[in-house]
Each structure stands twice: as structure tokens, then as C-alpha cells.
């Protein structure tokens, strides 16, 4: 009963940002669980790696090699697919994106508001109304998982534009929710805490980057990427059918801490 209630075995579901990181660990954790996957990303080799070794687990794994900030292209690549599938059952919509050089609040142009804005939210917005549109005329009782972050509740010094991006996420969840209950389509958010990825490598193995985790989380330490498929599992399948509108941060306690001293 219990396996039945959270599976995903032959739903179909796509990914956005499956090239690495937290994307191509949902692909891994679905694969296995016997979903049918779309992946989509913009980097080719990394993608075909990955599919390559997915499938050797599942067969039933696809993948669109797409930059999801090509809007034009996006929708009538979505479109083609959905058609010729009858549309899917939910979608993650992961892909994301966090300069590594932190500007001064002040050196930041539009530019770098349209780059982080593009990637982290309007793909978001844009995949999510071509999605949620098929689900409806296909009556499909659909979930779609949008990917936020800590920072849309934890506000940190630098790169304020993910920050305000990633808020947005939440709200955006929120707001799809309500738009979307009446056709059966629940939205929900997933928040991330510090899981080490090509993002945030760079910071986490420094020995500040560890004395910044074991001060600031409560568990003292950073997430490991299993520590997120029990939410996963749970927006995807049908135990979250009474679920919508809601952001279920991961993070070891961290944006419920006190501000360290």
C-alpha cells in the first residue's frame, strides 16, 4: 500500500536542467523507480552521458538537447513532444542558474537581472503554462515541481537578483496553484538547502565554506542528494493529490535558525 501510494512507475515526467546536480539526481531516483523520463538541458555531452547510463537501468528515458531561455524554440519543442506522447503527468522544473562572481549590488546591470530572471524564472512561467494547458485538455490530473532555493527565504550578501529570482519561484507556486486547482493540476515547490553541486562546489569544500555550514544549519551539515527524494517521491506521485501551493524546504534547518552570533 504504502509503495503504491508514492509510486511513479510509468508516469511521465520531465526534467528541466538534467545535465548535472540535482537534476541528473532526479533523473537517477525516477529512472529507477520505473518512471518514463524526458530530459531536457542545454549541454549535449553531459546529457547523452547521462541518459546513456540511465538507460541501462530503465529504457524508457528520452532527451531534448534545448536552451530553455530560446523561448520560441522551447514552445514548439514542448508542443511537438506532448503531442506525440499525449502529454505528461508531471513536471520538474529544475533548471537554474547562480553566477559565481558576486557584483556589488551596484555594479549589477540589466543585463544580469534579464540572464538570472530568463533562466530562473520566465522558463519557469512560460514551460509551466504549456504544460499546465496540454494537462487540461488532456484531463490529465498532472504535478508540477518548481525548484527554489533557501535564499527565497534566507536573504545572503551578494548576487541579490537569485535571491529575488528564486522568491519568485515561491510565489509563482503559489499563484499557478490556485489558477490551476480547478483543472486538477497541483504545483508545489521544492527548497533546497546547501547540496554540493557545480554551483556551489567551489565554496563548500573551502574549510569557510564548512565552518560556515556547521554554524549556520542546525544539523551541521550539508544535505546528501537522497536526503531529497522523500519530497520528490511525494509531489510526484499520488500521495501529495491534497497537496498544492506549498514549499517544503530541505535544508537541515537552516532558514529556521537563529542568526548565529
Same mark, same amino acid.
Given at each position: 500500500m504504502q509503495n503504491e501510494l508514492f509510486s511513479v512507475k510509468n508516469k511521465k515526467i520531465l526534467i528541466t536542467g538534467a545535465s548535472s546536480g540535482l537534476?541528473?539526481?532526479?533523473?537517477?531516483?525516477?529512472?529507477?523507480a520505473g518512471a518514463h523520463l524526458f530530459l531536457l538541458a542545454r549541454r549535449k555531452e553531459n546529457l547523452q552521458y547521462i =541518459?546513456?547510463?540511465?538507460? &541501462?537501468i530503465n529504457p524508457n528515458i528520452e532527451y531534448l538537447v534545448l536552451d530553455i531561455t530560446n523561448f520560441d524554440l522551447l514552445q514548439k519543442t514542448i508542443i511537438n513532444l506532448l503531442d506525440k506522447i499525449?502529454?505528461?503527468?508531471v513536471l520538474i522544473n529544475n533548471a537554474g542558474y547562480s553566477p559565481k562572481i558576486k557584483k556589488n549590488v551596484f555594479d549589477l546591470e540589466i543585463s544580469d537581472w534579464d540572464d538570472i530572471f530568463d533562466i530562473n524564472l520566465k522558463s519557469m512561467w512560460y514551460l509551466s503554462n504549456i504544460v499546465a494547458k496540454n494537462m487540461q485538455l488532456n484531463s490529465i490530473k498532472g504535478s508540477i515541481i518548481n525548484i527554489s532555493s533557501t535564499v527565497a527565504n534566507r536573504t545572503r550578501i551578494g548576487n541579490p537578483f537569485y535571491g529575488i529570482a528564486k522568491s519568485a519561484? =515561491?510565489?509563482?507556486?503559489? &499563484?499557478?496553484a490556485v489558477e490551476?486547482?480547478?483543472?486538477n493540476i497541483r504545483v508545489n515547490s521544492i527548497a533546497p538547502g546547501f547540496f554540493e553541486t557545480d554551483m556551489n562546489r567551489h565554496f563548500i569544500q573551502t574549510q569557510q565554506g564548512q565552518e560556515f555550514l556547521e554554524r549556520t544549519i542546525p544539523?551541521?551539515?550539508?544535505?546528501?542528494?537522497?536526503?531529497?527524494?522523500?519530497?520528490?517521491?511525494?509531489?510526484?506521485?499520488?500521495?501529495?493529490?491534497?497537496?498544492?501551493g506549498e514549499c517544503?524546504?530541505?535544508?537541515?534547518?537552516y532558514i529556521?535558525?537563529?542568526i548565529p552570533n
Open positions: 537534476g541528473a539526481h532526479y533523473a537517477e531516483v525516477l529512472a529507477k =541518459v546513456t547510463n540511465l538507460q &541501462k499525449n502529454g505528461i503527468d519561484v =515561491v510565489s509563482l507556486t503559489k &499563484k499557478y490551476f486547482a480547478k483543472y544539523l551541521g551539515r550539508k544535505g546528501n542528494f537522497d536526503e531529497l527524494n522523500g519530497v520528490l517521491f511525494l509531489f510526484a506521485s499520488s500521495a501529495s493529490s491534497y497537496i498544492t517544503v524546504f530541505v535544508d537541515g534547518g529556521t535558525n537563529s
